[in-house]
């Protein structure tokens, strides 16, 4: 299935969560979501058959200025397509429900994107920073970043 | 898959195995240990350096433009350069590669116009203090010769000035001229 | 025994908490396994990671996106070519060029070069962890002769920065394409030896056969790629299920564990799936050299790469797995992100479900038998 | 039988006995010692061969010189131990192993008469000593308070003391054979009447003698690689798992009592491999004959004794030459060398072996090692000593 065919499927099931579908100009589409209801709507495209994205690639988080956003990218081994899902959150106060609990492999994805952008997966089992040590101060991939002047005594530079 | 046998003849068929296969093992070790060997005594005998591969960096000073090409193309910016003038007239002071930095990725000759900069075949870069880890490229110019460029940058700087002055003061007589008529 | 007999309160067991790492032998880098053991059985394991952390996705929002290439190098050293190459393709994609095909076929050449020799570091690596020396020393010697083809194309041995936006930064010439002939040849005369030395070795069969058992179903919920997937018997590679750069015209096998040694999705497996994927890279190789179309060798790209507003993932086919690169554009001469899915990542992340009353020299079988490269897992 | 106080019953017979004593412990502590000078040089340059690389080549000519730059380099090095180790038994631990390796070389023979002590018992005795390690690595595995070292103590003990069982089994063959403990008789016993011959040659080693003797040769063999921590039995130093195991923690001259003790433990197993199973002394190379009983020692002391007694200068010196002009002496010194010859050559090509074997095999699991020890070994081994008893209870 193409993506847009995807969409119109989920927008049937899920008509306040699913945004409007838009045609890229350059490169792959993207839904976006609502992020209150994306546990529901993930735990659909795992399970609902014809759809069966049992494969996680990636869950990347993006600082877009105003908010941060929570990317992902979903294959199915049986169908052979692919879907990527968007969720915005607002930068105050940024939660996610987490889908570790569909996919395990998102465990250490949504640590990651915790790690670097502070995004919280709410409902994930162990969200710890997992690159960083875990006394690190700041989220280093938000573009209002400030490199710490030194860590534990060791000076940058 | 092993279930399908009885323990007992698994067992023996292990054993078989093990032998076997250390036997096997053991045959190749022992006719690679009268094979003629692939490494080299490496100080003595030098490995062939391809043409294309990518070491120090060869400079040449008289070709350079100073479009500053490779300073923008480079990722870690470890390229730093100081020069007196322009174009023509320019006397380059620094041209230093920090090699604590680089890459070695080739984009700085690559966006080199005048093809004045190349990765050379020269592998040996080892030092022990930071400071070693910094080449200077350009040539080092004495002081009489940076004196003897300044002052032939003011010489010029001053003859264009009073070019520019003379055309002026031209541009105004014309200027006048026209007012008087 | 006898109830009666009271122990002592001063004699007490307990699990022993072990640091496997940073610095251990075969932790293949600088990965930190925290292991709780029972005696000589490992309870649980779990991986800290991020030592490595070179916060590539920060600069790679820094940096122009040619500026990028080198860095991507960096990520999974052992298979520069095909990260490069990964990036390369999503850079295109998102900007629309056209890559010449004579281009193409280089890129596979190298990319398929690269990845023998990564396979070649496993195998070396794998029998290390098993306690036999010389595979080792073997698989690095016809490494070794990939690394000096690879030089001569590219003018790296171990960093290429080989495959540009648009195309390839050198051409090839007869001399090293006769040279890539005879390394098949010499492969296809060594990789027997290697059976005969560590893949049919009883010894190895037996620490590995049945031991860090991935089923299918826990291999495609973790996100496993790559050889860990193929080897618990899903036959999905990226160069087949999707080809890119020009990869539906070659013919290959996609070799998957079948469990001829034990279960299937063993780390004998997934040791068995490597060495078979040499031969058909090997396969590869012969059909593009043969096919090699005249022509450019890379495209027409503006000096200032600046992509269209949009996002683009593309996922390649690493040595270990999905290499994907998300790159968003704003439009601007830099990314806005780029993202980086790395193979060894999600393989890593395997490590807790798997490693569970085991025994200790196991938990060396099954880390390596992942096959990780930390360069990428901390970025 | 005879010993070395009964040689000379002059008033230096003291004298004598402790010089002869001196001199023998010195060069089986150099021969021990050297085995580890020898064989790192040699165990790297195989290794090297095997893996198609040159090997050390720098240090001396073709890098022979190599063991003793390592050797001063341990000498050299920070003896650097662990803040919480246990004092006493971590500066104990690498003594005691090296003791454990050492002692036996006083029974181990190189030929008929060179031998520091030749004990009835002396089978017995090297394998009691060998045993001694073990309690020397657990202490280095329990004295520096690291886990890695305490795996591999605990892993040695285990697996030393399980093989212990079959190799002393594979031992007891030899002893039901020969009908004896002593290494001189079971040499003795192997150069005479076999298959019909009365001199033998090869065929008279015990390995030839008995289909069990050389099944219990190779396992033997398996067992010894086991006892001596080495490939593919390394666990308890598997570097790929447990970094160094038991030796973790040691640096400089400790670490080298672990090393020497090792080589020295290699060769105590090849060598008595080589005594009771492969004719020791006996063959390939044929000995001239010589009369029985007529030692060099004592023909030496009646030579001093008739050119004036140990109490001259002239005594000594004439009668050192006489008894170098001697045929019967140079006679007895041929058979003594090319005897040494023989035993060196088999105790060294089984090293090799051990070598070989080292740099091919992977390292098996420690419940594999057990299971071979237990359910392969041990079995076997007791089948060996029925099939033996049968052979000397029917022949």
Redesign the interface.
Same mark, same amino acid.
């Given at each position: 299935m193409t993506p847009a065919e995807i969409h119109s499927r989920l927008k049937e099931k899920f008509p306040s969560a699913v945004g409007e579908w838009q045609e890229p100009k350059a490169g792959d589409p993207c839904i976006l979501l609502e992020p209150q209801e994306l546990h529901e709507v993930c735990l659909f495209l795992k399970s609902e058959p014809g759809l069966e994205f049992d494969y996680l690639k990636l869950i990347t988080g993006v600082d877009r200025g105003d908010k941060l956003s929570s990317v992902y990218h979903l294959y199915s081994y049986k169908h052979q397509h692919a879907l990527v899902l968007r969720a915005d959150v607002e930068r105050a106060e940024p939660k996610l429900p987490s889908v570790a609990d569909i996919w395990p492999a998102a465990d250490w994805l949504e640590r990651e994107c915790f790690d670097m952008l502070g995004i919280v997966y709410q409902g994930h089992p162990d969200l710890r920073r997992i690159l960083l040590p875990l006394d690190w101060e700041g989220y280093p991939l938000r573009k209002d970043y400030k490199q710490p002047q030194s860590y534990h005594g060791i000076k940058n530079e | 898959m092993a279930n399908k046998q009885s323990p007992l003849r698994q067992y023996f068929k292990d054993l078989w195995n093990g032998i076997i296969t250390t036997w096997q093992g053991m045959t190749l070790t022992g006719w690679y240990l009268f094979k003629p060997k692939v490494t080299m005594r490496y100080p003595e005998e030098k490995p062939v350096i391809p043409p294309s591969h990518r070491g120090l960096h060869i400079y040449e000073e008289n070709k350079c433009a100073l479009c500053l090409g490779c300073v923008a193309a480079c990722p870690v910016d470890c390229i730093s350069i100081e020069a007196l003038g322009k174009g023509k007239n320019r006397l380059i002071l620094k041209f230093d590669i920090d090699y604590s930095k680089c890459l070695f990725c080739n984009l700085c000759c690559e966006a080199c116009r005048p093809a004045c900069l190349h990765l050379g075949p020269d592998y040996d870069l080892s030092s022990t203090t930071r400071e070693g880890c910094v080449l200077h490229l350009a040539r080092v110019k004495t002081e009489e010769e940076i004196e003897a460029h300044k002052k032939m940058l003011a010489a010029r700087e001053a003859e264009r000035k009073a070019k520019a002055e003379a055309y002026q003061k031209e541009l105004e007589k014309e200027a006048e001229k026209e007012k008087d008529k | 025994m006898n109830s009666t007999l009271e122990q002592p309160e001063s004699l007490r067991t307990e699990e022993l908490l072990v640091n496997m790492g940073p610095q251990h032998p075969s932790t293949h880098g600088v990965l930190r396994l925290l292991i709780q053991t029972d005696g000589e059985l490992v309870r649980q394991a779990w991986p800290h990671i991020g030592f490595l952390h070179r916060c590539f996705e920060k600069i790679a929002e820094s940096v122009t996106y040619r500026q990028v290439v080198p860095y991507t190098d960096r990520l999974d050293y052992l298979a520069s070519m095909n990260n490069a190459l990964a990036y390369c393709l999503a850079v295109e994609k998102l900007a629309g060029f056209e890559v010449p095909e004579r281009a193409s076929y280089l890129r596979i050449i190298a990319a398929e070069l690269n990845r023998i020799a990564s396979h070649l570091v496993f195998f070396g690596c794998y029998g290390l962890d098993m306690g036999a020396f010389t595979p080792f020393l073997y698989g690095f010697r016809e490494r070794e002769l990939i690394l000096s083809i690879l030089e001569k194309l590219s003018g790296g041995r171990l960093l290429y920065h080989y495959p540009r936006i648009g195309g390839v930064a050198r051409d090839i010439d007869p001399q090293i394409a006769a040279e890539i002939q005879n390394f098949i040849k010499e492969m296809r005369r060594v990789w027997p030896e290697y059976n005969r030395l560590l893949s049919e070795n009883a010894i190895f069969i037996k620490r590995t056969a049945n031991v860090g058992v991935i089923t299918k179903e826990a291999a495609v919920a973790y996100g496993l790629t790559g050889p860990c997937l193929r080897g618990s018997g899903v036959a999905y590679d990226l160069r087949r299920a999707h080809p890119y750069s020009l990869y539906e015209r070659f013919d290959f096998e996609i070799p998957i564990g079948q469990g001829l040694k034990g279960t299937l999705g063993d780390c004998w497996d997934r040791y068995w799936v490597r060495l078979l994927e040499m031969l058909e890279s090997l396969k590869i190789i012969e059909q593009a050299l043969a096919g090699l179309p005249e022509g450019q060798i890379t495209a027409k790209v503006p000096p200032v790469i600046k992509l269209p507003e949009g996002e683009v993932y593309v996922g390649c086919e690493n040595p270990r797995g999905e290499l994907g690169f998300y790159i968003i554009s704003d439009g601007k001469p830099q990314a806005l992100r780029i993202k980086v899915r790395a193979p060894s990542f999600s393989n890593l992340s395997i490590t807790n479900a798997i490693v569970r009353d085991v025994l200790v020299a196991d938990v060396v079988a099954i880390i390596g038998s992942i096959d990780i490269v930390l360069g990428e897992i901390d970025r | 039988m005879e010993t070395f106080t009964q040689l000379y019953n002059g008033p230096y017979s003291w004298l004598l006995y402790v010089t002869v004593m001196a001199v023998g412990g010195a060069i089986m502590f150099v021969w021990a010692a050297g085995m580890a000078v020898i064989w790192t040089y040699g165990e790297r340059r195989?290794? @090297?061969?095997?893996?198609? !690389?040159?090997g050390p080549?720098r240090v001396g000519p073709w890098g022979i010189l190599q063991p003793i730059a390592d050797g001063i380099k341990l000498l050299a090095k920070e003896d650097v131990r662990t803040k919480v180790a246990a004092k006493l038994l971590y500066n104990m631990a690498p003594l005691l192993v090296f003791i454990g390796a050492f002692m036996p070389f006083a029974a181990l023979p190189f030929s008929e008469r060179w031998v520091v002590v030749n004990m009835d018992i002396g089978l017995y005795y090297i394998l009691a000593f060998e045993a001694v390690e073990v309690i020397g690595i657990l202490m280095a595995g329990f004295a520096p308070g690291s *886990?890695?070292s305490l795996?591999g103590g605990? !892993?040695l003990a285990a697996q030393m003391l399980s093989y212990e069982v079959p190799l002393g089994l594979c031992v007891m063959v030899v002893i039901i054979l020969a009908g004896s403990l002593n290494l001189a008789s079971i040499v003795e016993w192997q150069s005479h009447n076999a298959w019909g011959f009365k001199e033998p040659w090869i065929l008279g080693w015990t390995i030839f003698r008995s289909p069990a003797a050389f099944l219990a040769f190779i396992m033997f063999y398996i067992g010894g690689l086991a006892s001596t921590k080495r @490939? &593919?039995f390394?666990?308890p130093e @598997? #570097?790929? #798992?447990?970094?160094a195991g038991y030796h973790t923690e040691y640096s400089g001259m400790r670490f080298a009592f672990f090393f020497m003790a090792e080589y020295a433990s290699m060769y105590l197993i090849c060598g008595l491999a080589a005594v009771i199973f492969l004719g020791g002394w006996y063959g390939p190379i044929p000995q001239p004959a010589v009369p029985e009983g007529v030692s060099l020692v004592r023909r030496w002391s009646e030579f001093v004794a008739a050119a004036g007694g140990f109490g001259s200068l002239g005594g000594w010196v004439w009668g050192s030459l006489n008894a170098w002009a001697d045929p019967l002496n140079l006679r007895i010194l041929a058979h003594e060398a090319i005897g040494a010859f023989n035993m060196v050559l088999k105790a060294f090509s089984l090293y090799f072996i051990m070598i070989? @074997?080292r740099?091919?095999? &992977?390292?098996? !699991?420690?419940?594999?090692v057990m299971h071979l020890c237990l *359910?392969?070994l041990l079995p076997f081994s007791l089948l060996c000593v029925i099939l033996a008893l049968v052979q000397v209870a029917v022949f």
């Open positions: - | - | - | 195989i290794a @090297a061969f095997i893996q198609s !690389r040159l080549n *886990k890695w795996y605990m !892993r @490939a &593919p390394d666990l @598997a #570097e790929s #798992e447990l970094v070989w @074997a740099w091919t095999l &992977p390292r098996i !699991r420690i419940d594999q *359910k392969v």
